[in-house]
Every structure is written in C-alpha cells, then in structure tokens.
C-alpha cells in the first residue's frame, strides 16, 4: 500500500522478520543497534558541515533512507524520499557519556529513521558518533560509511562537492538458490540444536535480556606465529585454522562431538562491494569431532566445510530454522550457540577528516545475540581476538581464562599437528600455575596422633559434655584404651571391620577411637563387620595402664570403609580452622563432627535428638555453652532456624549432605552467623565454599576422564577414585563443590541444576522447602513442595517460576505435602520424593477451568504452524518442530483470533496448548 509521500511500502523479508522477532523478544533493549562507532579526530570540526556531510550520504543511499512499521502481526518497509538526520550532541558535556547513550539508545520501528549522527566535543579531540539498527545496515556498511562521511566532509569543507548522481538503490539479495538450500539441508541433517552447553557459566535467566559485554586479548607471539606456519603446512588460510582451534576449544569445555557454529558470511555480489544495507548471512558450520583424528586432518576437515559454506551462504539462518531438530522450549536453541568471525583487516583503520587524523574506536552496545562470539582482528603489528559474550551465561574472569587458552591451544595444535586431538593440551598458562603447581603436604599423622597430642598436653580439658556431666580428654583416652583391649581380647585388630552401634555421648567416641587405635575399619553397617560394638560391650571400669600408642596407626590404614586415616585427617583439617577451640556441638551421628572438636582441643557438646526440631532447646544449648560450630542438614537448619535469633549470631553454621537453600543461608546470615557448606564424599568432608582442601589427592574430570581446568565443571574425582559429585577448580585453587552429578541435567541445551530449581521455589513465601525430580522416561520436572495446603497453590507458583527459572527449569506439575520425606540420616528421601512425583497432578490447574473453545482454538493453530496432524493439549511446540519464526506467527495468529496480545516470550514459557490457553483465559479475565 502506498503511503502518502505515495512510496510502496513491502513486506520485510525472512531474515528481517528474524531480527524484529529479538526485538519482540527484549522489547526496548536496543539489541540490534549495530555495534557503534566513534571518529575521535585530533582537531575541531565544524558542526554545519558534518551536518551537510551525513545529509549527502542519506540522500546518496536508499538503506538510510529505508523505514521499517512493526505492527502486530507483520513488518513492513518502505524507501521515503528524505529522511532528515539531526545532529546530536550539541548541548553534551559529558562526552564518553553522550556516546554511548547515542548508540546504546534504542530505535523504534515506527517509520522513523534508523541513523544517528552526533558530534562532541571534548577538551583534547572531537568525537563523531555513529549509530544504525541493523536492519539497514552491517559490518561492512559502517566501514563504507565511514569513509564516504570522510571524504564527503572534505569536498564540503572545501566548497568542492561532485555532483551526487541518482541515488544508490537497494541491493536486492536473490533468493536462496535450489542448490544451496539442498546442501544446508544435507548438512543439517538429524543435528540437534539442543545438545548440551559448556561446562563453565551460569544458569540461563528466567527472562532473556541478551545483555553482553566484550573482552579483547592480543595473540601471543607465539600463537601468531605458528598459525602462519600452520596455514603454509596445512595449505589452509589462517581464518581456517583459527576457526578450527575455536570448535575445539568448544568442545574441551563440554560443547559436544556434534556441533555448529556461526560464521558471518558478506553475501554481496562483486558488483555490490559497496552497497549498504544489512547483507551478511550467518551460515551455521556443523562439525563432528573425534579425538582420535590429528589436527592436521581435522583442520582439513573444516577448510573443506568452510569452502563449501561460503559457496552456498546465500540461504539465510532464519530459512534453514526449519531444517534442524528442536528439542526444547528455550528461545537459544535456535541455531547455534557460539559464532566465529573473521574481519580481515583488523577491524577499521584509522582515517582522516578535515585535515585532521582520526581513530575509530568501537563503543560495545552492551548486547549479545549469542553465549560466545570470537571476533578475529588480524593485522601486521598486532593480532588480536574480541570475544563477545552474554554476560546472563558467562562471567569477564571465565572469558579471560578462555582466551587464554585458545591462545594455548593454537601453540599446542601447531608444536603436534599429528597428535591426536585428544591429546592436545588446552590449558592456559593460569590453569598450570594453579592446578600443577605443589600441593601443601598431606597430614604428617592422624586424627588420633592429633587427639593423643591434646591428651598429653591438655589431659584435664573437657573432651565430651553431656548435660551436667564432663569427660575429660584423659578419661576418654582411657575409655578408647579399653576398647581396644576389649577388642583384643575378642580377636579383632588391624584390617577388621568392627560396626559401631551407640549413641552419640562418651561411650560412641570411645568406640570409635579404641577401634581406630586396634587398627580396624570402623562402620555403622553390622553386615560386613567382624564385631558389633554396642552400649553392653564398652567400659569405663576397665583400668589402663598403658597409655595406646596413636602413632603405631598406619596413615595409609582405612579408618572408615574407603578412607584412610590420613585422608580423614586431611580432610578435617581446612574445616578445623573454622573451629578457633570453641565447643563443637554433636547433633549427628557423623565422624567428622567429633574429630572436629577432637582434633583441635574443644570440647565436643552432646546434644538431644530434640534439639533437630526445637529450635529453642538448640538456642539455649548454643548460649549455655557458647558453642562455636554447628553442623545440621539443611532439613534440620530450615525446622530450627526460625526460633534461633540471636543465638546464632557470631557462630559457624555448616550446612551438610545437601546444598544449602539459598533462603536458609541469607537467614543464617542476617542472624550474623558464618555459613558454610560441606558435602561428604565417601566419609570426608569438602567445604563448597572454596577453603582451599590441603593434601586432598583431587582432580575434577570430564566424563572421558581429562583433567578439566579451572571454572570447569566436572566429577570431582579423590585418590583417583570417582565420587559422583559435581565440582570445579576457583582461581584460587580451592573447589567448589555444586552437589551430586545425578542432580545436574541438560534440558533441551539448558543446563538444569535442581538445587537452584529447588532454591528458586523456596523462595516463594508459601513454601518451607522444595525437592525436584524428573520421573522416569519424561524430561520434566516435577515438584514436591512442604507449602499450606491452599487454593491455587500449583498455580502461584507456576507463575512464581515464570520470574525465577528459565522454560526448561520449570516444574511441568506440582505435589504439595505436610512434609518432605527424609532418610534416618535427616537428608531428604530421593526416593521417596520420585514415588511420590510419580503421583503428581497438572502443573498449574487454573481457577476456572480454561473454555475448551480456546484450548481446542491453540490445538488447530498449532497444527496449522507445525503441519501436524497429532497435535493434543499437551503438545510441546519446540519439540514438535517449532521454533522462534513459527512462535511469532502463533503469539500473532493467538492476538488476531482472541484478542489477547503476549509476549514472544510467553510462547518459550507456556509451550503447550494448555498451558497457553490458561494463559490466554488468566489475560483475557484481566482486561
């Protein structure tokens, strides 16, 4: 339809619609604002001119002059015959300020222009401001922009301006050609956009915001000349070689053997060099990856790929959507995650204006379309690589560390080129320093040697305190003695197994210590014991006359089943320094409980089996004797903590067995306790909050079994043995443990970790605590909440989980209970929980029952868009064959036909007809 300058407008083309579809999708974000650029020019420029200049240059090109109208249901563009362009920056005084505000701001596509020209002046140089959407415009525009803007202001500075010409229309991109289209087809075939993400990073947000931030490093010397070498040695251009060293970065850090990446592809003919407009396709290079294949043949592989690719990268990325399997409902399972780009000459060279010299210098716009860019800028003096990142996935320190390493890699690919990829070393020069730099010694002794040194320096000092009544270390010592002889007497001694069955007090640590100082294993499991030690069997009577001797123990013996003394004592040791000799209170039944008082002189309180669920008899315990560390499970912590007030204050909460709710730890800590996580693995403890694990035999392994570097998550894997713990290596060479490996997942490419799913709906003021599972052969979530038992609870907190989690971290149903299952040990009930998920009703049911009209209306759309015939109410349309173009078209066919208007991201949330069709109803009753 004409307008009424009586211009045609038309219809957005595929790859346009694609980029209005991301600004539908972070409305307001100035996500497709090109990365701007500012000319600071050694000298003053005059405002008129440069106004002049840019009003040549708009009415010179019909792409600056283009307008785009979003309006519900389609885009539309139109070329107007003027287009007035106001300089900015006039009235500024702030100039970094009045740049980045310029290019960061964003555009609305109204019909307004899409250019921004502003000039600043500073004290030492004027600043030239350049922002533009991309729709108009690409890499390539801005360079050829810049230019002209150049020598357009010289000819107007000069009076000398050449006649303009007609105007330059837009270069019309020609459809994907039958060829093309067959090879992406082929190329793509049965690959899965969802596979799995890195090992390093966050959660993907609730919300995606797409914020971003960048980061450049300079190649090594080293690495820029081997990649020269390489590419005479392997007859590949240096864009292939550094391409290829990316794609095995990506999988070292867990990207998967099957894997694609983007690469800009300018698609202007030889004839169009220098048209303007936005005319780059993003072609998705997919490659397998077999350690056993040497970089030589690899980078072959991919020289051969990348050819091919730039023949047919006439088919745009939101053509091929179609063509790839979708497993999941989150918007970044699109293509690809990671891109590579290559500019040849280093980004935009410096210039002149006016006479004057003039750097360009890029401003980031604070956006990322995707978890990982590498920007290549080569260039005679110096190489470098900008990485681009989203900064909701990534953090600055995990990016450096992996530049940092692409650097390494390319050295090591270049000294072995016929090494297998698998053995290339992929670490940085950090990763060595920390992980292979000397351990701090194991323990030179054990925890008895330890308990033995207190007993003869300190024999009177309380040991145990059980009510009103004190044991002393000397009298316990003696108690072990007797133990031991008692087991001597029955037979048993070092490489027996003796099961210990007393209750926490005097009589359980002189089991304990006694059969240690016998040389047996001790265990609470009587199966595979020689000897069962209870209440009956132990002794004070008995007179000792020979002090046992602790260090005729060998530090290599078992102390528990699987754990030797020494690694018992090595593993006490980082937590004891949380101790400071004040009383360790004895809640549980664990070991590590009693050599942590033991150990470092306190004394050890008993405390009742009611203290786990009274909250004021554990306060009244902690005041009376000022105990200092407190050790409870997180179902213990969240049943007392209420009722603790200020007799937490100043004492150390180590939260055990599970990870800690975050709820539970910022209440411990408003009480002003100091709060701390430990996980037992096999019998030792290791503190998840990054107290470096001094003489801990540990190293944290990818499923292959590489040693993973830092900010790498892997099995934590101890004395070589593996733990089924999750964990990575900090900067500071401490771990962080983040809980069972059974407990992380990938979900259609998000990683799901339940904790934090679990984290996320403890949060909501409804509920005391949280356990998720997935039931068998489903990939969904289900929860099951201790909450009140009210109306609408499923449904709350399905919205509640909208704000918290990402699409694939929210529970599909929830089970409400009075209380969570829990095992003898005070943990939650695993398998308690999945019986009882496997009972769990729909996840959110809604007050009224949604119209079966509206239902069965989202059904037939869904089976219109995705071409179906088996569409049901619980059909997931991203793992149907959806993807974000169809989503657009459904949020759009959803307003048209109810007259509801939702968000593109309500289609990634609510995947399903019913749960769309609950949504529609909810906002339809709201308007």
């Known amino acids: 339809?004409?307008?009424?300058?009586?211009?045609?407008?038309?219809?957005?083309?595929?790859?346009?619609?694609?980029?209005?579809?991301?600004?539908?999708?972070?409305?307001?974000?100035?996500?497709?604002?090109?990365?701007?650029?500012?000319?600071?020019?050694?000298?003053?420029?005059?405002?008129?001119?440069?106004?002049?200049?840019?009003?040549?240059?708009?009415?010179?090109?019909?792409?600056?002059?283009?307008?785009?109208?979003?309006?519900?249901?389609?885009?539309?563009?139109?070329?107007?015959?003027?287009?007035?362009?106001?300089?900015?920056?006039?009235?500024?005084?702030?100039?970094?300020?009045?740049?980045?505000?310029?290019?960061?701001?964003?555009?609305?596509?109204?019909?307004?222009?899409?250019?921004?020209?502003?000039?600043?002046?500073?004290?030492?140089?004027?600043?030239?401001?350049?922002a533009v959407h991309h729709l108009i415009f690409d890499g390539t525009s801005m360079s050829i922009f810049l230019e002209e803007l150049a020598a357009v202001y010289d000819a107007v500075l000069a009076g000398d301006l050449p006649d303009a010409g007609p105007p330059v229309p837009l270069w019309p991109e020609s459809e994907p050609k039958p060829a093309s289209l067959a090879f992406w087809r082929e190329h793509l075939r049965d690959f899965d956009a969802g596979g799995p993400g890195l090992w390093c990073g966050g959660q993907e947000s609730a919300q995606p915001t797409l914020r971003g931030e960048q980061l450049v490093r300079p190649f090594s010397g080293a690495a820029k000349d081997v990649v020269t070498a390489l590419q005479k040695e392997l007859k590949a251009p240096d864009v292939v070689v550094l391409l290829a060293a990316y794609y095995l970065l990506l999988h070292a850090h867990g990207a998967g053997s099957d894997l694609a990446v983007g690469f800009p592809v300018n698609v202007r003919s030889q004839q169009a060099q220098r048209a303007i407009g936005y005319h780059v396709n993003i072609v998705p290079l997919r490659v397998r990856?077999?350690?056993?294949?040497?970089?030589?043949?690899?980078?072959?592989?991919?020289?051969?790929?990348?050819?091919?690719?730039?023949?047919?990268?006439?088919?745009?990325?939101?053509?091929?959507?179609?063509?790839?399997?979708?497993?999941?409902?989150?918007?970044?399972?699109?293509?690809?995650?990671?891109?590579?780009?290559?500019?040849?000459?280093?980004?935009?060279?410096?210039?002149?204006?006016?006479?004057?010299?003039?750097?360009?210098?890029?401003?980031?716009?604070?956006?990322?379309?995707?978890?990982?860019?590498?920007?290549?800028?080569?260039?005679?003096?110096?190489?470098?690589?900008?990485?681009?990142?989203?900064?909701?996935?990534?953090?600055?320190?995990?990016?450096?560390?992996?530049?940092?390493?692409?650097?390494?890699?390319?050295?090591?690919?270049?000294?072995?080129?016929?090494?297998?990829?698998?053995?290339l070393d992929g670490w940085g020069a950090t990763d060595h320093a920390v992980l292979d730099a000397p351990r701090q010694p194991p323990s030179p002794g054990t925890a008895l040697t330890a308990i033995a040194r207190h007993v003869s320096e300190n024999p009177g000092a309380p040991a145990i305190v059980t009510g009103e009544s004190t044991t002393s270390y000397r009298d316990l010592w003696r108690a072990a003695a007797a133990v031991t002889t008692l087991l001597a007497d029955a037979g048993t001694g070092p490489g027996d197994v003796v099961a210990v069955a007393v209750p926490r007090g005097p009589d359980l640590a002189a089991a304990i210590l006694g059969s240690w100082l016998a040389g047996a294993t001790v265990t609470t499991d009587i199966s595979d014991a020689k000897l069962v030690l209870g209440p009956e069997e132990i002794s004070y009577a008995v007179t000792v006359t020979v002090d046992p001797d602790a260090s005729a123990v060998s530090p290599d013996g078992p102390a528990l089943p699987g754990v030797t003394h020494r690694e018992l004592a090595d593993s006490v040791r980082p937590v004891a320094g949380l101790v400071a000799a004040r009383p360790v209170l004895w809640l549980s039944a664990a070991v590590s409980e009693l050599l942590l008082a033991l150990t470092t002189g306190a004394p050890l309180v008993v405390a009742p089996d009611a203290a786990r669920t009274d909250g004021h008899l554990l306060a009244g315990l902690l005041t009376r004797h000022d105990v200092g560390v407190v050790h409870a499970t997180p179902a213990v912590w969240s049943r007392v903590v209420e009722h603790l007030g200020e007799a937490a204050g100043g004492r150390t909460a180590l939260i055990g067995a599970e990870p800690a709710p975050g709820p539970l730890v910022r209440t411990l800590r408003a009480l002003e306790a100091d709060v701390h996580t430990v996980f037992p693995v096999r019998g030792r403890w290791v503190l998840a909050d990054g107290v470096p694990v001094a003489g801990l035999d540990a190293d944290v392994v990818a499923p292959d079994g590489r040693r993973l570097p830092l900010g790498v998550r892997g099995e934590l894997r101890l004395g070589g043995t593996a733990t089924g713990v999750l964990a990575h290596w900090r900067t500071d060479g401490s771990l962080h443990v983040h809980g069972p490996l059974e407990r992380q997942l990938t979900l259609g490419g998000t990683r799901v970790d339940l904790a934090t799913v679990e984290d996320a709906l403890t949060a909501h003021t409804d509920v005391v605590a949280a356990a998720v599972t997935v039931p068998p052969g489903t990939d969904e979530l289900v929860a099951v909440v201790h909450a009140p038992d009210k109306p609408q609870l499923a449904a709350e907190l399905a919205r509640h989980a909208e704000t918290a989690l990402p699409p694939r971290a929210r529970p599909a149903r929830y089970l409400r209970v009075d209380a969570l299952p829990e095992t003898a040990a005070h943990t939650v009930d695993r398998a308690a929980v999945a019986a009882l998920a496997a009972t769990a009703g729909p996840a959110a049911p809604p007050a009224e029952a949604a119209p079966d009209a509206t239902t069965g209306a989202v059904m037939a759309m869904f089976a219109t868009l995705l071409k179906r015939t088996d569409v049901t109410e619980d059909t997931n349309f991203f793992a149907s064959g959806g993807h974000s173009l169809l989503a657009a078209q459904l949020v759009q066919r959803i307003q048209k036909q109810t007259g509801v208007r939702l968000k593109l991201s309500a289609a990634f949330s609510h995947p399903t007809p019913a749960a769309l069709a609950e949504l529609i109803t909810e906002r339809g009753s709201t308007r």
């Open 289 to 423: 990856i077999d350690p056993a294949e040497t970089f030589r043949t690899f980078s072959r592989r991919v020289r051969d790929l990348f050819f091919e690719a730039i023949a047919h990268a006439d088919v745009p990325m939101d053509v091929l959507l179609p063509e790839v399997e979708r497993a999941g409902s989150s918007w970044r399972t699109t293509m690809f995650r990671h891109v590579f780009n290559y500019l040849p000459f280093g980004g935009r060279a410096a210039t002149s204006i006016g006479g004057a010299p003039a750097d360009v210098v890029e401003i980031d716009p604070g956006h990322s379309k995707f978890d990982l860019e590498f920007v290549i800028l080569p260039s005679a003096e110096e190489s470098r690589v900008k990485a681009v990142y989203g900064a909701e996935v990534l953090d600055r320190g995990e990016v450096e560390l992996l530049l940092e390493r692409y650097d390494a890699l390319l050295v090591a690919a270049a000294s072995a080129p016929d090494r297998p990829l698998g053995e």
């Open 1 to 130: 339809m004409p307008t009424a300058e009586g211009t045609p407008r038309i219809p957005a083309t595929r790859k346009e619609e694609g980029l209005w579809l991301l600004e539908r999708l972070v409305p307001g974000e100035g996500v497709n604002n090109v990365p701007g650029v500012a000319l600071q020019v050694a000298g003053r420029l005059d405002r008129t001119v440069l106004q002049e200049a840019v009003a040549q240059l708009v009415r010179r090109y019909d792409a600056l002059r283009t307008v785009f109208h979003a309006e519900e249901t389609r885009l539309t563009k139109e070329v107007l015959p003027s287009v007035p362009v106001h300089l900015e920056g006039e009235d500024s005084t702030d100039v970094e300020a009045g740049l980045r505000e310029l290019i960061t701001r964003p555009f609305a596509l109204d019909g307004t222009p899409l250019l921004r020209v502003g000039l600043f002046h500073g004290p030492e140089h004027d600043s030239v401001g350049v």
